[in-house]
């Protein structure tokens, strides 16, 4: 088992201590025999005993101190160096790998073979793991700026076409061709409203207007209201056993959370299907889980899925899968609860809510 840097600094400082003690012991008792040996050799030349044995003990005491003093910066010397190079070597390689991660360049990692598993070697696991979650980041910021001009580049080119064809005489402004248009003109409103929800939430001054809420009225709720957009698809919406709890909570925001997580669940399910909610008691907070027997997620896609307009299948249609911010908004708003949200995936996916009950 590997000790922790500070136990072994406080070995090695206990046995500099040690070595000290030894060295002063050593040089004391040394010293002071040897100017007694000389001491007595003078007494039998008959000199002045009182004088001699001053000199001697002074003599003594001086080589002593001194002796101990210069064993002691020796013994520091060889500890400071090997400390500071033990400290400094690893840190230097840790500044310099963030200052090449600060230029850009994501994929460079700290070895950690041979590394101990002190604090030094927990501090360099936690750069590399900071590393991949900055490449991830990166990745993902790169894939939403193309997403984001992709929602923005469809719905403009189509409108763009329409009123070039109408202009130019080729199409007549039916009031069909109208509506198309204005559908266009409501998926970028409604684009752009999200996003501006989703950097509500984001920013710090953002307040939940929280107050006790019946957990299961909030669920008839949204079963009620998306009822006929289940029937309409030919998907089963089941309401399984939920805790019959009060919940402090803003009342608006949870309808928002069930309401996304069941209409995600609809667009990937496929008719004669079922989407099922329902709820377990946790410790200190109740867990709300929306089943469905959709297309399910690859788990390699799991830790994504409630990144901002991502999508598992590039090539899916914006009318399938949405803008991709409907989770993002979700994750949002149970965080801001204090909850936590994640996904499984078997044949299909489950979202699980935990929120706290205070």
């Known amino acids: 088992m590997k000790k922790s840097l500070s136990f072994r600094l406080s070995v090695l400082l206990i046995i500099y201590t040690g070595l000290i003690l030894l060295l002063a012991s050593f040089t004391i008792i040394n010293a002071t025999h040897y100017h007694f040996q000389l001491y007595g050799n003078e007494m039998e030349q008959g000199h002045n005993q009182t004088e001699l044995l001053n000199t001697h003990l002074e003599q003594a005491i001086i080589q002593s101190v001194g002796m101990t003093i210069g064993g002691a910066l020796i013994v520091a010397l060889i500890l400071s160096i090997y400390i500071a190079k033990r400290i400094s070597s690893p840190l230097i390689s ?80 039916t009031p069909e061709r109208i509506q198309s248009s204005r559908e266009e003109i409501h998926r970028l409103i409604h684009l752009v409203n999200d996003l501006e929800e989703l950097q509500t939430l984001s920013s710090p001054d953002f307040d939940l207007s929280r107050e006790e809420v019946q957990l299961v009225k909030s669920i008839d709720q949204v079963i009620n209201f998306m009822q006929p957009s289940f029937s309409e698809k030919g998907v089963v919406l089941e309401k399984g056993i939920i805790p019959d709890i009060t919940i402090y909570a803003d009342e608006h925001r949870l309808i928002q959370i069930w309401t996304n997580l069941i209409s995600n669940s609809l667009k990937f399910t496929q008719a004669n299907g079922k989407v099922k909610i329902y709820g377990i008691m946790k410790p200190d907070g109740v867990q709300i889980t929306v089943e469905d027997t959709g297309i399910g997620i690859p ?36 965080e801001r609860h204090d909850g936590q949200i994640w996904a499984e995936s078997n044949a299909g996916t489950l979202f699980h809510v935990y929120l706290p009950l205070k």
Not at 100 to 127: F, H, N, Q, T
Not at 160 to 168: G, H, K, R
């Open 299 to 334: 788990d390699k896609e799991l830790s994504n899925v409630f990144e901002r307009f991502y999508r598992v299948d590039k090539s899916r249609n914006r009318k399938m899968g949405g803008g991709g911010l409907g989770l993002a908004i979700t994750k949002a708003l149970v």
């Open 94 to 173: 840790m500044k310099n790998l963030t200052l090449i991660m600060a230029r850009g360049k994501r994929d460079v990692r700290l070895p950690l073979k041979g590394v101990p598993k002190d604090e030094l070697g927990e501090l360099a696991a936690s750069i590399n793991h900071l590393a991949d979650q900055l490449q991830q980041q990166e990745q993902l910021r790169v894939s939403m700026t193309e997403n984001i001009a992709h929602e923005l580049r469809t719905p403009l080119t189509t409108l763009n076409s329409y009123l070039a064809a109408i202009q130019d005489g080729i199409w007549e402004a």
